[in-house]
Each structure stands twice: as C-alpha cells, then as structure tokens.
C-alpha cells in the first residue's frame, strides 16, 4: 500500500521568514526587493531615509551627469545604498563589506537586478583595504556600526589618496546620541537632517 503525504502550505506569515527584503525607492528599478542580511551584523539604512537622501542628493548635484559618477559604498551591508544610486543611472559602484553572509546577499543582489558589468565587491574591512588602484569616487557612502569612529577613520585614511577629488561628496550616517566628530579642515558639512534617532550628514571634500 503507498501512502501518499499530503503537502500543507505553510501559513502565510511564515513564508520567506528566513529572508528579510527592502525595496529600491528611486530611479529605473523603483519599486524592485532587494535581500537584506539577516542578524545583527549590519544595519541596512531605511526606506525612508534612503528615499530622502536621494531626493537631496538629486537638487545638489542636478548640474553633474549621473551617468559619469563613480560611487564607494564602504560598510556596504545589504549594498542597498550602493543598489540605490545604480538604480539612478551612477556609471559604476564599488561595495565594500567584511561580513561574509552580507557580502553573499549583495552578489545575489547585484546579479538579480543585472549590475554585475557596473559594479565590483570586496569581502574586506574597508578599513584594510588598498585604495590606491580603484577609480576616483565622486560619491562615497559611509554607514559604519554607530558610535566607533569608523566614518571618521575612513575618511581621515582616503583624504591624501588618489581616491578622492576636491567636491567629492560624502554621506556619513549616525546616531544622535553617538555623533562622530569630523575633520572639518578637510571636510565642510554641506547638509544635516535627522530622521528620528538617524542623523543623515552630507560632506563635501575641501
């Protein structure tokens, strides 16, 4: 006698539970998932605040050619920032992110939404790293673990390199309560908002 198992569907809050995703908030691909880490180790940036970010970043910058922008997303995460500005139409993003798991989802991100010709990802301490033979960045994305310095120490690291251009600008993401002191002899603080807890700076290098 064959007894044939009946396949019960799970419910549907239990679906992908073992997935977490955001969306793509502007650009071509608006609208599109996007796989987010799942754990402690990253703190993707929100919809909201990434949503806003480009709206500001878009009224700043309206006179340069999008198409012609070469961006770092240092601290990478889920790469969702990095994923947003080719979704604007950047020439090219550079993903830095150590963690291992994080580094997997940004792959399978980039390759679902058919950046792989327009990107490269390090699985490396951004801090680590050799920038002296990547492109020079015109935007450079900065959303380190809150209240460590390390937005402070990478762009205290880049600032004599051939990395960066006089009006290359930075967004350096941080919590209210662990606001990390920035060289303002090489760095002018070009707007400030706050979203809640998140402080969104933007910085341009003198």
Not at 178 to 185: G, S
Not at 197 to 203: A, K, P
């Amino acid at each position: 006698m064959i007894i044939l198992k009946q396949k019960i569907p799970l419910p549907r809050n239990q679906i992908n539970q073992s997935k977490a995703f955001m969306r793509i908030t502007s650009g071509h691909d608006r609208g599109r998932r996007i796989e987010t880490p799942k754990g402690d180790a990253t703190r993707p940036t929100t919809d909201k605040v990434r949503q806003a970010l480009f709206n500001r970043l878009r009224s700043m910058i309206d006179a340069i050619d999008w198409n012609d922008m070469h961006v770092i997303d240092a601290f990478a995460g889920s790469g969702a920032l990095g994923l947003e500005a080719l979704s604007n139409g950047v020439r090219s993003v550079t993903f830095f992110e150590k963690d291992k798991r994080a580094s997997i989802v940004i792959k399978e991100n980039i390759k679902q939404l058919g950046y792989s010709s327009r990107t490269k990802l390090y699985p490396i301490d951004c801090l680590k790293a050799d920038f002296e033979n990547l492109d020079r960045a015109d935007l450079i994305f900065l959303d380190p673990p809150y209240g460590l310095g390390l937005a402070a120490k990478l762009m205290h690291k880049i600032i004599d390199t051939g990395l960066v251009h006089k009006g290359t600008i930075f967004y350096v993401e941080m919590h209210k309560d662990k606001i990390e002191p920035i060289d303002e002899e090489k760095y002018e603080c070009i707007s400030s908002k706050q979203y809640g807890s998140i402080v969104s700076n933007l910085y341009k290098t003198k």
